[in-house]
């Protein structure tokens, strides 16, 4: 069927996107049914020509499609040729309150002549028009400044067949690869072999055949690829590639984060796979800050979620048993933990953001010469060992532990890692090192700025840089990826088993910091010591358990690139 398009006006031009675009195509499965199509920098309105007074319009925001393309049909008879775009907007979900991204692909058959060529020209100019114009609409937020990912850009997937309950390769080709297809996005996917199989391949490839390194998986796999590329001699260059994470695993927690900072309404499951999979094809790139951890044994680890001891590093590690049923195995574990719930000893220092910071119940603010210390254990020249008051002669509390089952996630190459025995002097003779400006040495006192919480029994204690420790707990309402925040939980001994309960029922929503109980304490800093006491225990480094001993960690505000939108 004939059709009739007029030309885009060029005095409505800007950056190279069609400022209006007309025409009139028929159905492709009914070619007397026909809709009059119009293209503007913001939507796609679609109407059905017809005789009836009230015919029905539909706009589709251009914000919300990630591609389109034109392509001939398969009968080899039929002159027309057809161009199909991609939206992903919000609806109401089906079976639940609520409304989340869905799929939908709007089709057009375009037969302006006789000729397959022409038509096949016409409908490659509109598929053209709304790409281009999709691209300008990509979802910012307000004040934020953002990068592009490359078009056509080259993706590197990492793929973790065995995370979560061993489902992520299946959820990518059922759910993301049609996506990256309509999305017009062309991939490598790589598939890992075994532990540390993605830092050892980050840390020797060709970072130039990239323009983005994607994750499918838990959040593990992400503390490999960053460790990777920070191992790197040209680490500068290779941590500013933009990282995209799709969730594969149990927890998900970066990928819950990074839907949480779209400013979308809350997802799980298949709906966040998706949401995260709509980021990717927008590709709008974001800043993330990176945590610097220094262990006992000099490794340094690069981290972008968390760290924790006690209550959350034992439910992470203790629940790997239950990790067949998905994320569940939190909840598991939790009420495991729970029945035999534990008290932790340590001591805890930090350099809180503000000067002169309200001081937490319980805490004092350093102020004493390193020669006259007041906290023995914050000023050892024994890294590895703590002395505890009640324990005089016990000498080993903190040697390293050899039987780690995930030591290989924290392995250095001598030759490519950043790490030097001391933070304030670090130096590399291959690549300009990356400077903790904030942190002593582990054997040194913290300086004066710094809040030293008194000798206390600890339940737990967690240091996260993004909102969200889980798909399902929010943990830090007001992080962002790139606020340069390190944000500070600990709960200390004496609350009841319930009350704990109580604060992670509450974290689902974010309303824990509002329970009111006197237990739990919450900072902002900058920089954070550790030193436990108790002689065995976890401590976790973004769900990875690390070797047990005197920790410390400062951020770096903005130092990756995180695909968010």
């Not at 692909?105 to 006789?114: I, S, T, Y």
């Not at 933009?242 to 594969?248: F, R, S």
Request: charged share 20%; net charge neutral; hydrophobic share 40%.
């Amino acid at each position: 069927m004939d059709t009739d398009t007029c030309a885009p006006d060029p005095s409505r031009q800007r950056n190279g996107v069609v400022g209006v675009l007309y025409g009139e195509f028929t159905d492709t499965l009914n070619d007397r049914v026909r809709y009059s199509v119009s293209l503007t920098e913001r939507a796609l309105t679609v109407q059905r020509i017809s005789s009836s007074p009230g015919r029905t319009k539909v706009v589709f925001n251009l914000t919300d499609c990630v591609g389109c393309r034109a392509y001939r049909g398969p009968d080899g008879a039929d002159v027309g040729a057809y161009f199909t775009a991609y939206f992903y907007p919000f609806k109401r979900r089906w079976m639940s309150a609520g409304v989340a991204r869905q799929r939908v692909e709007q089709c057009f058959r375009v037969a302006l002549v006789q000729d397959p060529l022409a038509n096949l020209q016409e409908a490659e100019r509109w598929a053209r028009a709304i790409r281009d114009a999709s691209v300008q609409q990509a979802p910012r937020r307000e004040g934020v400044v953002y990068a592009e990912v490359r078009r056509p850009c080259r993706v590197m997937i990492l793929v973790n067949p065995h995370s979560g309950r061993g489902q992520a390769l299946q959820l990518f080709t059922g759910h993301v690869q049609g996506m990256l297809t309509e999305a017009a996005i062309p991939y490598t996917l790589v598939i890992t072999e075994h532990q540390n199989h993605a830092r050892e391949l980050v840390r020797k490839a060709d970072l130039s055949q990239w323009d983005a390194l994607v994750i499918m998986s838990g959040d593990g796999l992400l503390f490999e690829v960053i460790n990777g590329l920070m191992d790197r001699e040209d680490w500068q260059e290779a941590i500013q590639t933009p990282l995209g994470i799709l969730p594969g695993g149990s927890g998900n927690a970066l990928a819950a984060s990074v839907h949480h900072y779209s400013q979308s309404p809350p997802a799980w499951n298949e709906e966040l796979l998706l949401s995260c999979g709509f980021m990717l094809c927008k590709g709008l790139v974001g800043s993330m800050d990176l945590v610097s951890i220094h262990l006992a044994s000099r490794q340094r680890l690069f981290s972008f979620l968390s760290l924790a001891w006690g209550f959350v590093a034992d439910v992470d590690i203790e629940s790997e048993k239950y990790r067949h049923v998905g994320a569940i195995r939190f909840l598991m574990g939790t009420l495991v933990r729970l029945a035999t719930l534990k008290v932790y000893q340590g001591r805890l220092a930090y350099l809180p953001v503000k000067e002169a910071p309200r001081l937490p119940k319980g805490s004092v603010k350093t102020n004493h010469p390193p020669s006259t210390p007041q906290h023995p254990s914050l000023c050892s020249s024994l890294p590895c060992r703590l002395i505890p008051k009640t324990s005089p002669n016990h000498n080993s509390r903190h040697n390293c532990n050899s039987t780690n089952s995930n030591q290989n996630t924290i392995t250095n190459s001598s030759n490519n890692a950043i790490t030097t025995k001391k933070p304030e002097t670090q130096s590399d003779s291959k690549t300009r090192a990356l400077l903790d400006t904030l942190l002593p040495g582990l054997d040194q006192p913290v300086p004066e700025s710094w809040t030293v919480v008194r000798e206390e029994d600890f339940v737990l204690v967690l240091a996260i840089y993004q909102s969200h420790l889980a798909e399902d707990l929010w943990t830090a309402p007001g992080a962002m990826a790139d606020d340069g925040l390190i944000h500070l939980f600990y709960v200390t001994a004496g609350i009841s088993r319930p009350a704990l309960l109580r604060l992670f029922l509450a974290m689902e929503k974010g309303a824990h910091l509002a329970c009111g109980c006197p237990h739990l304490v919450y900072e902002k800093v900058k920089a954070l010591r550790l030193e436990p006491l108790t002689p065995q225990g976890m401590i976790t480094v973004d769900g990875e358990m690390v070797e047990y001993g005197p920790v410390q960690a400062q951020i770096h505000p903005g130092l990756a690139r995180l695909i968010c939108g």
